[in-house]
């Protein structure tokens, strides 16, 4: 199995034979929709932010189940001739990610957390089960975290109350505007929900529409392409699994805000032997080949004879606006991948330290994007899945190349070194033509924890040729049970974009354990890369020695960079609140009172193995006790408005310019739960928030003007 020059022969032979036209096509013309309701948005920083919480009513899971197949393909054991999977590490060293840091976590008590999100010329933006926020790319917090709800707030309809999954956040290079995606349903009522931004501000205004299904629209996931914005689901009815669909929106009438863009579905036949996720194409760059339709790839299962044997196949969705009836969905090319065992729908899942749990792995759906890019001589499309060979979880990626009018596997991999089990995965190529691939990892040994692997568009064929950077170790073993399967939730995805700016960074999202074994113990990191071959070691700054009044809870101002983990430790007797960033919000202890002072120490562990470095300060503790007060500038006039409060509040402040101000919402412990970054109108700022979803308690609402060195904190006290 380490022979991995054996596996290069085998992909050059095998993946290059088209199979026969024995698939069924899919039937039926294309269903044409309407959206039922359109809206142009405020921006959505003159909105009221919904902050995220708990809803009184968890929202209910839709299970990814793929379709019931016979028992007899059960019984089939693995073949004899299993692949051959790279087990070492590539030669080549990267200095890891430039960037690094913390994403949205889990706020609403939902798994799983569905991490993506895409960076555009000035901003990332995250969105996850169910809340989103936006970064400048230096990676400051410039909104959020806040429901997605949000942006839908001022628009008029029902899903206001529904529950809300499955987000999706895209970036169109095209035209300099923010994609936003999402379902909200309700009983028997499932629309797809998409927002268009107006600018290229993801924080201005958004042109909003809501598609109505007759079914359960689960896993929706769309992308980029000239002619439209073209998605994908998993059709369901109640417990019963329809099939999967095909559909593209009309996306020069959403950008230019008419109210009526069509959308055009296509129900797919589900062969007999099988049909697994289909993903549209994702362009990359700012080129298609003139007429080049959107494809769409799946992974399938057709032949009778060999129940084992699996198919790549090439779909072209080709849409005509102008008879959207006359639009067609076709396959176009098949490749045999090889034989693999039935275990395609989640497999015994992957172990995990502490918990005799596995985590819930989607094997043989393909992971989003599957990016699509242009070079001069050729057209390019990369994909990823992970397939259980029997014993573990591998990563399968394949490189698709076009040079004159056929698809063909240019090149192929099976990716798992060492013996741990890789899982959601997710993949992208630059302008270069350098591929990035990172994805979740766990044993035994090790909690789940993001890394990525890469190559040069040079290197030998069918290798990720750079070592494994550990991105951000997980801190906990994963507890999300879910009962209906017996096992572990995770995933379902996570999201590998590249940098329009330069076209060749990659940006990374993904989710790991929290130090906490609490259920749906995760949370999630932002990262940006560059494939470029020399070192970084970690670097760490605890902050300066600091002198306190005494108080509850103190946050540390520590710095630290190329790490993969964070962990502080006190020389006195209190407990961190929260421990795994440079801001940790540290809880003092009475011994620590008692001795007036304490050390803190901050810990990191670097991207490559044996990589450490640490640094402390010292907390002095003055002996006057006070407690959290309100405070305010003279210039500074803040107003908050019910307070108490039971749901929806008014914070109103005068100031002594129109410079930018920054606004946080914190917790009574100290945590940080909102921001956002403002510009006066007239020395005057007003904004709403819905704090119904929070739990009752105390909350401090601080405002500080940039550059003025003037600010203001106001309590409110939220009851329910």
Not at 12 to 21: A, D, F, K, P, R
Not at 384 to 410: M, P, Q, S
Not at 422 to 431: C, L
């Amino acid at each position: 199995m380490k022979k991995v020059f054996v596996f290069l022969i085998s992909i050059q032979i095998s993946l290059g034979l088209t199979i026969g036209s024995f698939a069924r096509q899919p039937s039926g013309d294309p269903e044409v929709l309407q959206p039922v309701f359109y809206f142009k948005s405020k921006p959505i920083r003159e909105l009221t932010v919904i902050l995220p919480g708990e809803y009184e009513k968890p929202p209910r899971i839709v299970s990814h189940k793929a379709p019931e197949y016979s028992g007899d393909y059960r019984d089939h054991a693995y073949p004899a001739q299993r692949p051959v999977i790279q087990k070492n590490q590539g030669p080549r060293q990267s200095r890891g990610p430039v960037l690094n840091f913390a994403g949205v976590g889990n706020l609403n008590g939902f798994s799983p957390a569905d991490p993506n999100g895409d960076v555009g010329l000035d901003h990332y933006v995250q969105i996850v089960n169910m809340s989103l926020g936006i970064w400048d790319k230096s990676g400051n917090m410039l909104y959020g975290p806040v429901d997605y709800k949000t942006i839908w707030g001022s628009f008029p309809g029902p899903w206001n109350d529904y529950y809300w999954v499955d987000p999706v956040v895209k970036y169109d290079q095209l035209a300099d505007r923010w994609v936003i995606t999402s379902i909200s349903y309700y009983g028997s009522s499932y629309y797809t929900m998409i927002a268009v931004s107006t600018t290229p501000d993801p924080m201005g205004s958004y042109h909003c529409y809501a598609y109505l299904h007759t079914f359960i629209n689960d896993y929706p996931k769309i992308s980029i392409w000239p002619d439209g914005y073209y998605l994908s689901y998993h059709c369901w009815q109640g417990d019963d699994y329809l099939y999967p669909a095909a559909a593209v929106v009309d996306r020069c009438v959403m950008l230019e805000g008419g109210p009526q863009p069509s959308m055009i579905l296509f129900a797919l036949d589900v062969p007999v032997e099988g049909y697994f996720f289909p993903l549209p194409a994702d362009l990359r760059g700012n080129t298609v080949q003139p007429g080049e339709p959107c494809y769409f790839v799946i992974p399938q299962r057709f032949s009778t004879d060999n129940p084992l044997m699996h198919s790549l196949n090439i779909y072209a969705f080709e849409t005509d606006w102008t008879v959207p009836a006359n639009s067609s969905f076709n396959l176009v090319s098949s490749y045999e991948i090889g034989e693999y065992p039935f275990y395609a729908v989640y497999g015994p899942g992957a172990p995990q330290p502490d918990d005799t749990v596995n985590i819930m792995v989607i094997p043989w759906f393909l992971m989003y994007p599957l990016t699509y890019r242009v070079f001069d001589d050729h057209e390019t499309m990369v994909c990823c899945h992970t397939v259980w060979d029997g014993e573990a979880y591998f990563l399968k990626w394949y490189e698709l190349r076009k040079e004159t009018n056929e698809w063909y596997i240019y090149q192929s991999g099976n990716y798992a070194p060492g013996d741990a089990h890789y899982y959601f995965p997710s993949i992208s190529v630059n302008a270069n033509g350098d591929i990035a691939l990172g994805y979740s990892i766990s044993s035994p040994d090790i909690y789940p924890s993001v890394r990525y692997t890469g190559r040069l568009a040079d290197d030998s064929l069918g290798l990720m040729t750079f070592q494994e950077i550990e991105l951000f170790k997980g801190l906990n073993y994963a507890n999300t049970y879910l009962h209906s399967f017996g096992l572990n939730r995770w995933g379902d995805y996570s999201s590998m974009m590249v940098d329009p700016a330069d076209d060749t960074t990659f940006w990374y999202t993904n989710m790991y354990t929290r130090a906490v074994a609490s259920p749906g113990n995760w949370d999630t990191r932002i990262f940006s890369f560059n494939l470029t071959q020399d070192t970084a070691w970690p670097y760490a700054f605890a902050g300066n020695d600091t002198v306190v009044p005494y108080v509850v809870f103190f946050t540390t101002q520590g710095e630290a960079e190329n790490y993969s983990s964070i962990i502080w430790t006190t020389g006195g007797d209190g407990n961190f609140v929260s421990n795994n960033s440079e801001q940790a919000i540290y809880q003092r202890g009475p011994g620590d009172l008692a001795n007036g002072q304490v050390t803190l120490t901050m810990h990191l562990t670097g991207y490559y193995p044996g990589t450490e470095a640490a640094d402390s300060m010292v907390l002095y503790l003055k002996d006057t006790l006070i407690q959290v007060r309100e405070l305010c500038s003279p210039e500074m006039n803040l107003e908050i408005f019910p307070n108490p409060a039971r749901d929806i509040v008014t914070v109103r402040a005068d100031l002594p310019s129109d410079a930018p101000v920054e606004l946080k919402i914190i917790s009574g412990s100290g945590r940080e739960i909102f921001t956002g970054r403002y510009l006066p109108v007239n020395r005057h700022l007003e904004v709403q928030f819905d704090l119904r979803y929070l739990p009752a308690g105390v909350y401090f609402v601080k405002l500080r003007a940039k550059g003025e060195g003037q600010r203001a904190v106001r309590k409110i006290l939220l009851l329910h």
